[in-house]
């Protein structure tokens, strides 16, 4: 059965001349094999990936993931695997990693100066969630940061993102994608350049890109001013597809024969796949942080009790910014966060004592016309006083 695709997209621009990649085209995106239902939830995500790594809670961004047995230069989209061109999403990341088949497809990863790569819970499939940029010779990517609206639990396949409010516009890199603001001006281009993984063009299909890509942090960064913005994600038929770099079926010069894949192939469970409505609907589980140092919600004992007893065994560290199960209980952060909710409720308290003088609500009405929106002039006046 074929239905007319309903294409969403964000920056449609394609490699063309410039890396001598011929188009092929998507076919209509339809799951890759009928598989057993996988639920797709935090709950789900947290019992396959508790054998694999450890659940944290960061005073940035809430409860996050961190691998095991990874190397100490181990780099998201780059370390185990290569991207794959599949006739249904595009290119899709595959991996030899048990655990990739969701973490490279739902959420988002971040990499804290402090605290290295962080996975962020999130519930829309995508073949890879990263940002692209290509000249004539170079081909790149780096994780999709956490954005404003993935960061208030409104998780969309919209690609319209905002990094502390402002529209994304990811030619321009002076905010690198938040990060600055997340980290302060001690961020600069050294430290956004280890977020990309670089690769001459021709080796985009080889079966890893560890003797490829580019090391040097200044080479980097010179690159990504050499470079510009090709991300390009739609959504086809509400699964989401990967427009960004085309792929042609045949071999290229320096590099491995191309193969058009079936999406069955680039995962090790097929079942994951899902459609962008069925990841939509679901409501954030374990509340994020904005990415600033203290702005994690306190988290609840249910949170407490999904998390590890150990830091990640891989380094050991801390930072001050991870917690365990035993050591969030008493996270000096959380005594700020303490503070906060109790001015929140107290000027709600004053809010209401200027709308409600008696302590009484008018049951008439609903609470929309109960707000400051309805106030009287002198009502409008006290309100202003107390924001």
Same mark, same amino acid.
């Given at each position: 059965?074929?239905?007319?695709?309903?294409?969403?997209?964000?920056?449609?621009?394609?490699?063309?001349?410039?890396?001598?990649?011929?188009?092929?085209?998507?076919?209509?995106?339809?799951?890759?094999?009928?598989?057993?239902?996988?639920?797709?939830?935090?709950?789900?995500?947290?019992?396959?990936?508790?054998?694999?790594?450890?659940?944290?809670?960061?005073?940035?961004?809430?409860?996050?993931?961190?691998?095991?047995?990874?190397?100490?230069?181990?780099?998201?989209?780059?370390?185990?695997?290569?991207?794959?061109?599949?006739?249904?999403?595009?290119?899709?990341?595959?991996?030899?990693?048990?655990?990739?088949?969701?973490?490279?497809?739902?959420?988002?990863?971040?990499?804290?100066?402090?605290?290295?790569?962080?996975?962020?819970?999130?519930?829309?499939?995508?073949?890879?969630?990263?940002?692209?940029?290509?000249?004539?010779?170079?081909?790149?990517?780096?994780?999709?940061? &956490?954005?404003? #609206?993935?960061? =208030?639990?409104?998780? /969309?396949?919209? $690609?319209?993102? *905002?990094?502390?409010?402002?529209? !994304?516009?990811?030619?321009?890199?002076?905010?690198?994608?938040?990060?600055?603001?997340?980290?302060? &001006?001690?961020? #600069?281009?050294? =430290?956004?350049?280890? /977020?990309?993984? $670089?690769?001459? *063009?021709?080796?985009?299909?080889? !079966?890893?890109?560890?003797?490829?890509?580019?090391?040097?942090?200044?080479?980097?960064?010179?690159?990504?001013?050499?470079?510009?913005?090709?991300?390009?994600?739609?959504?086809?038929?509400?699964?989401?597809?990967?427009?960004?770099?085309?792929?042609?079926?045949?071999?290229?010069?320096?590099?491995?024969?191309?193969?058009?894949?079936?999406?069955?192939?680039?995962?090790?469970?097929?079942?994951?796949?899902?459609?962008?409505?069925?990841?939509?609907?679901?409501?954030?589980?374990?509340?994020?942080?904005?990415?600033?140092?203290?702005?994690?919600?306190?988290?609840?004992?249910?949170?407490?009790?999904?998390?590890?007893?150990?830091?990640?065994?891989?380094?050991?560290?801390?930072?001050?910014?991870?917690?365990?199960?035993?050591?969030?209980?008493?996270?000096?952060?959380?005594?700020?966060?303490?503070?906060?909710?109790?001015?929140?409720?107290?000027?709600?308290?004053?809010?209401?004592?200027?709308?409600?003088?008696?302590?009484?609500?008018?049951?008439?009405?609903?609470?929309?016309?109960?707000?400051?929106?309805?106030?009287?002039?002198?009502?409008?006046?006290?309100?202003?006083?107390?924001?």
């Amino acid at each position: 059965m074929c239905r007319q695709p309903i294409v969403k997209t964000l920056n449609a621009k394609l490699l063309a001349a410039a890396l001598l990649i011929a188009v092929l085209p998507v076919t209509s995106a339809i799951p890759a094999r009928a598989q057993a239902e996988i639920a797709i939830g935090f709950q789900t995500f947290h019992d396959r990936l508790a054998s694999y790594g450890d659940w944290l809670y960061s005073d940035r961004w809430g409860e996050v993931w961190v691998p095991d047995n990874v190397p100490e230069d181990f780099h998201p989209y780059s370390t185990n695997g290569r991207w794959i061109y599949t006739q249904e999403y595009g290119s899709v990341w595959a991996t030899d990693y048990e655990w990739g088949d969701i973490t490279f497809h739902y959420g988002r990863w971040v990499n804290d100066p402090a605290d290295g790569w962080l996975w962020i819970p999130g519930y829309i499939w995508s073949p890879g969630w990263v940002v692209w940029r290509a000249n004539n010779r170079y081909l790149g990517w780096m994780p999709l940061p &956490p954005d404003d #609206d993935f960061l =208030r639990g409104n998780e /969309n396949a919209s $690609f319209r993102y *905002s990094f502390g409010g402002r529209p !994304a516009n990811f030619n321009d890199t002076t905010g690198y994608y938040g990060y600055s603001r997340w980290f302060g &001006p001690a961020y #600069d281009e050294a =430290r956004f350049a280890r /977020n990309w993984v $670089f690769i001459d *063009s021709g080796h985009i299909g080889d !079966a890893g890109y560890d003797g490829y890509s580019v090391i040097q942090a200044a080479e980097v960064a010179a690159i990504v001013r050499k470079t510009h913005d090709v991300t390009n994600y739609a959504v086809v038929n509400n699964y989401i597809v990967n427009r960004s770099v085309e792929l042609r079926a045949g071999g290229r010069p320096g590099g491995q024969a191309l193969q058009v894949r079936q999406a069955s192939d680039a995962l090790k469970n097929p079942a994951f796949i899902r459609t962008v409505d069925s990841g939509a609907r679901l409501v954030t589980e374990t509340p994020h942080g904005t990415g600033i140092a203290n702005s994690a919600p306190r988290p609840s004992p249910a949170v407490i009790q999904t998390l590890s007893a150990g830091l990640p065994k891989y380094s050991g560290r801390s930072s001050g910014h991870l917690f365990t199960k035993d050591s969030v209980r008493t996270a000096p952060w959380l005594a700020t966060a303490a503070r906060r909710t109790t001015a929140a409720e107290l000027r709600q308290q004053r809010v209401n004592a200027v709308l409600h003088p008696q302590g009484k609500a008018d049951r008439g009405r609903d609470n929309g016309e109960n707000s400051a929106a309805h106030a009287s002039t002198k009502d409008q006046k006290n309100l202003q006083s107390i924001n």
